[in-house]
């Protein structure tokens, strides 16, 4: 009696298996960007760093000349101004520090 009833070809069926499953791929799509983005933040911080070491090892090996190293430590400072500023400008400003005063009276001129 119930097979009667419930058949896996209904449309009602289909339309909400194909809703679910919809649902669920755009879950993990959305997790799987969550999480790369994610490793891109915390890889770039070392990444820099990292790459200018070993630029900087090409060079002192006689792999990159003078001017090759130059030019290539004046893009990685650039591109770490511009991260820093993207940085700054997404994170809140810190508070100014409080205004020093002074804690000990002064001696009169008697």
Not at 26 to 42: E, F, H, P, Y
Not at 54 to 81: F, P, T, V
Request: glycine share 4%.
């Amino acid at each position: 009696m119930f097979a009667a009833k419930f058949q896996l070809l209904d449309d009602r069926v289909l339309v909400a298996t194909g809703l679910l499953i919809g649902t669920l791929l755009l879950g993990a799509l959305l997790l799987a960007l969550i999480d790369r983005w994610r490793k891109r933040q915390m890889s770039d911080a070392t990444h820099s760093s990292e790459s200018l070491t070993s630029y900087r090892q090409l060079y002192e090996n006689g792999e990159l000349s003078q001017e090759e190293y130059d030019k290539i430590r004046a893009r990685m400072a650039i591109k770490m101004r511009e991260r820093g500023k993207s940085k700054e400008s997404s994170q809140p400003s810190s508070p100014a520090p409080p205004a020093i005063t002074q804690e000990f009276p002064l001696e009169d001129d008697d």
